[in-house]
């Protein structure tokens, strides 16, 4: 079912929160190369947003930063400006790179517990500045859905990335295309609105909260997290190098197909020494779109043998971004892995659930 989304409420209240990023890049006069500007900069060749002044107020972060350089401390900082600010607004626009946007969407998903307002992330392909930009429309559609609400509810109740044609779920996402404006994509899950002339929501796509709680903030990520993409011809040396890594805690592995990796004896072998030394190892599909099944070859069988968890349909952004909110809330291995197993915010098509 869809419901398109009316225009902006004139009771509503949004909090932007400006990390940097494309959208307000100007050129560097001299080199040409793009840099990083102030927010203001950016309201400046936006007038639309002149005209709803009066709905939102701004915070940026000092300086503004591409999104290659955000990590653990800005997306906390980030889920903090959130939470610091919950109660005195409708919804939230972050202002992002889009190079780590669904990083830092999957971060946020399991950051921000029992969110139950809109925290919609944008960013662009070309900065504002430039007559072809794609960041105006992008900027101006995301405060729409931040403030749209039923029946005093939020339409869209979930930390999510709006992009060009559609709004999507977070923690689903992949920067998908460095060149076209249509950035991201969800491969395994339907997009949650796709944006037209219309704001058509896909209400059995979004989640909806059954008890509005308050918001839980977690603001400890542990770094100690790697991913490790499989190669056809991984020898010994590098494996073991890799998972020798001082202070690893969690890897997201790389596998090909539906999960398949090397059956060779030194390769379980190594991977099994990992685990029996509490390294959580999960395995995510090389692949854009399908699951991991363990059970299907006897490759998967020698895994599950050496401890190593499936990841089903997760992208490795959000299991890498889980293992570091599990890891940074005191887990255990044990358990990490238990939760890993389970969907925690609907970012895996799962249904296993955890015994606390
Ligand atoms: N390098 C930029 C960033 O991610 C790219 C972009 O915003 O599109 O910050």
Redesign the pocket.
Known sequence: MTTPVKTVSDKASILIIYT????G?VEDPKTGS?E?FNFEHLVDHVPELKDVEHLYSSIQFDPP??????GPDSWTKMAKAVADNYDKYDGFVIL??????AYTASALSFMLENLSKPVVIT???LPIGRFRTDGKENLITAIEIAAAKENNIAVVPEVCICFQEYLLRGNRCKKANADYFE?FQTFNYPPLAHIGVEIEINEDAVYKPETIKPLIPHLNMDPNVLVLKLLPGITPNILKSILATPGLKGVVMETFGVGNAPSFDWFIDILKEATSKGIVIVNVTQCMIGSVAMDIYDTGDAMLDAGIISGYDITTESAATKMMYLFGEGFAPEKVKEYMKCSLIGEMTIHNTVEN
């Not at 940097?20 to 959208?23: R, V």
């Not at 992002?96 to 946007?101: L, R």
């Open positions: 940097g990023g494309t959208i890049m793009l990083p930063l591409d999104s290659s350089q955000v992002h790179g889009t190079d780590t946007m960013g662009s392909q950035a």
